[in-house]
């Protein structure tokens, strides 16, 4: 079992930047990759970043070249730095943690992107 909490999301500016983090807990031990994901009202919830225990990332083509996902160490927090941020990223942003046989999810961190 694994417990994680996303924290960081707030409301910025369109162009601003913000930084989340999700702490993971529980049997880390588990852990083969972690990511974020998103969700807005009405719509279906998206893939955004994904980090591997080798260090590899992924990311939606929405967010090329303005998130960077990062960690420390797999068993450490991890962070989504997001930067030239649109009304669009506007979302509720879920951390995930993926082990050999399960997904956990965090409760998720509401992101405004708003004048």
């Known amino acids: 079992q694994v417990q994680l909490v996303e924290s960081g999301g707030g409301l910025v500016q369109p162009g601003g930047s913000l930084k989340l983090s999700c702490a993971a807990s529980g049997s880390i031990f588990s852990i083969f990759n972690m990511g974020w994901y998103r969700q807005a009202p009405g719509k279906q919830r998206e893939f955004v970043a994904l980090i591997s225990s080798g260090g590899s990332t992924n990311y939606a083509d929405s967010v090329k070249g303005r998130f960077t996902i990062s960690r420390d160490n797999i068993k450490k927090p991890v962070y989504l730095q997001m930067n030239s941020l649109k009304p669009e990223d506007t979302a509720v942003y879920y951390c995930?943690?993926?082990?050999?046989?399960?997904?956990?999810w965090g409760q998720g961190t509401q992101v405004t992107v708003s004048s």
């Open positions: 995930k943690a993926r082990t050999g046989t399960v997904d956990y």
